[in-house]
Antibody
Framework: QVQLQESGPGLVKPSETLSLTCAVS?????????WGWIRQPPGKGLEWIGS???????YYNPSLKSRVTISVDTSKNQFSLKLSSVTAADTAVYYC???????????????WGQGTLVTVSS | SYVLTQPPSVSVAPGKTARITCGGN??????VHWYQQKPGQAPVLVIY???DRPSGIPERFSGSNSGNTATLTISRVEAGDEADYYC????????????FGGGTKLTVL
C-alpha cells in the first residue's frame, strides 16, 4: 500500500523559501509514475504546483514556475518542493500525491498525503 | 490557459441522484478525473479516465464526458457523500499543466 507523508516547517517568514519533503513508502519512486505537489489555501480550492518524474523531468504551474523547484531523491525515496519569495498568499495546506500516467502524460493523483499546513507570517 | 467551470453547490435528497458538472472548451477530447474531499481530509480519487472507478469506490459513482461538459453522477446518494468534489484534467498545450475545477459543494438535504 503506497503511502505519502509531507514534512517541513509549518511557519515561514515572508520573502523566504518554503521547503517541504514528501516521503514515499510502499512503492519505489524509481519504478515509475509522476509525483506531484498540490496546495489548498484555507477555505479555497485545489491548485496544482508541479510534478516530477523519477528521472527528474518536471512540469510546473505556469503561474508559479518562476518560484518553484521540485526535485527527487530516489536513494531516500522522497521528493521535495521549494517555493521562493513567499507571501501571505502562499499560506495553504500542501499535499503531495502520486500521479498516474495516461498516454505518456501525467494524469490523475492517487493516493494523496494527509497534507501539511504552511503559514507565511512574520 | 484552460479553464474548468463547476457549479459552486449542488443539493440533493438522500436516495436521489446527484449530478455535478465540469465545463471546459472541448473537454470531451480530454481525460477527466474527479476527487472527493471531506472536511479536514485529503482529496480522494473517485473517477479517472472520465468513467473508471478506482478499487474501493462504490458503483454508485460514475462519470461521463462529451462535448463541452463532463459529469460526475452519484446514484442513491447517502449522507456520507456530502463533500466537495473537484474535476481535473491534464492540459497538453504548449506549456503542459494540470488544471483543477473550482470545486462543487455537495449538500445532502
Amino acid at each position: 500500500q503506497v503511502q505519502l507523508q509531507e514534512s517541513g516547517p509549518g511557519l515561514v517568514k515572508p520573502s523566504e523559501t518554503l521547503s517541504l519533503t514528501c516521503a514515499v513508502s510502499g512503492y519505489s519512486i524509481s519504478s515509475g509514475y509522476y509525483w506531484g505537489w498540490i496546495r489548498q489555501p484555507p477555505g479555497k480550492g485545489l491548485e496544482w504546483i508541479g510534478s516530477i518524474y523519477h528521472s527528474g523531468s518536471t512540469y510546473y504551474n505556469p503561474s508559479l514556475k518562476s518560484r518553484v523547484t521540485i526535485s527527487v531523491d530516489t536513494s531516500k525515496n522522497q521528493f521535495s518542493l521549494k517555493l521562493s519569495s513567499v507571501t501571505a498568499a502562499d499560506t495553504a495546506v500542501y499535499y503531495c500525491a502520486r500521479q498516474g500516467l495516461g498516454g505518456g502524460s501525467p494524469n490523475w493523483f492517487d493516493p494523496w498525503g494527509q497534507g501539511t499546513l504552511v503559514t507565511v507570517s512574520s | 490557459s484552460y479553464v474548468l467551470t463547476q457549479p459552486p453547490s449542488v443539493s440533493v435528497a438522500p436516495g436521489k441522484t446527484a449530478r455535478i458538472t465540469c465545463g471546459g472548451n472541448n473537454i470531451g477530447s480530454k481525460s477527466v478525473h474527479w476527487y472527493q474531499q471531506k472536511p479536514g481530509q485529503a482529496p480522494v480519487l473517485v473517477i479517472y479516465y472520465d468513467s473508471d472507478r478506482p478499487s474501493g469506490i462504490p458503483e454508485r459513482f460514475s462519470g461521463s464526458n462529451s462535448g463541452n461538459t463532463a459529469t460526475l453522477t452519484i446514484s442513491r446518494v447517502e449522507a456520507g457523500d456530502e463533500a466537495d468534489y473537484y474535476c481535473q484534467v491534464w492540459d497538453s498545450s504548449s506549456d503542459p499543466h494540470v488544471v483543477f475545477g473550482g470545486g462543487t459543494k455537495l449538500t445532502v438535504l
